[in-house]
């Protein structure tokens, strides 16, 4: 998978600008807020649909213009496609794949992933349970649709059956209605789960050799994902995962009601990070987490690569400028055979290690 031409129009600090890149390296040289980071915007949200920055769509237009265009030109799977993004302030989006209109952020799966690593990736292993859910979600969006699919219905059952609780003491005929978004959850909490757990025991996999192997075989990584306690083996198929999660639900039902909360459902998961048998949230050293984090997002990239027998397009903003040199060392010589995008202030030996490509970016001009 990679991104053989990038045009943007219109998207944030770019009025008209266009790329062709490296399959393999290229290095995005410039000073901070001069669009470097925007670049990589666009190239994540014409593989996602999502912007890895802004809440809204309206937000990646530039001050000047009324709307905005994102045009990829992209090989994957031996093929060639032309994925385009229309955004405008006043109506909704249009993105298209070869001049076919797509309807949901899960089709784009189908022609490119990326795996964005960013400086706030590195404290993933310190944040809150919300951290490493998102890291599940942005992973699992890609790599199955039907995964996608579930996370957005569940989100949009959970809306309701919030509002429900929050404004039944004024409307309690609002509750005839809670039983059907309960059973919504239930359904498709069971399917996230399912997936959650599978892609959880391959990350562990994975993560821990690539652990052992950045400490120096002097640390040992290992992985828990966490659900609700009803729920002993994540591993069960999903209508017993849904009867686990039902019953789970029901036992809450008074709390639900006297707290106005949702307190029973997979939107609540989490991944237990732990070192030599230690809660690397609470006992881990900087350098750990970091170390543990680094291992994380690799090993998202190998599974991207085991899936769709092919690298996604990895995208390292200014990442390797928080690492000290033996962390920096590391990544290097494990992102090759995929095309990478590096961002940094300075032009450096990026270059000549990889192979690859320079740009320059100033003030919104992409400058080979």
Known sequence: MLIDRLELEGFRNYVREAADFDPRCNVICGENAQGKTNLLEAVVYLSRGKSSR????REMIGFQAESARLLARVESREREFKVQADLFRGRRRKITVNQVLVKTNAALGDVYHTVLFQPEDLTLIREGAAARRRFLDTALCQLRPRYA????????????????????DQRPDLLA??????????????VLIYYRHRFCLRLAEIAAVHHRECSGGKECLTLQYQTVSSIEDPGEE????????????????????????CLSGPHKDDICVAIDGRDARQYA????????????????????????GEYP????????????PRRQEFVLNRIAGGQVFITCCEEDRLPSLLGGKVFHVERGRILP
């Open 149 to 168: 699919a579930a996370l957005a219905g569940y989100e949009r059952a959970r809306e309701q059956k919030t509002r429900i609780l929050r404004d039944c």
């Open 54 to 57: 802004a809440r809204t769509d």
């Open 238 to 261: 999903a209508g017993l995962l849904a009867e686990r999660l039902r019953r789970h639900m029901e036992s809450h039902r008074e709390a639900e009601l006297a707290s106005r909360l």
């Open 285 to 308: 050293s900087q350098g750990q987490t970091r170390t543990a984090a680094l291992a994380l997002k690799l090993a998202e990239r190998e599974i991207y690569r085991g899936a769709a």
């Open 177 to 190: 209605a809670l039983p059907e978004f309960n059973e919504q959850m239930i359904c498709l909490g069971a």
């Open 313 to 324: 397009v990895l995208l390292l903003d200014d990442v390797l400028s928080e690492l000290d």
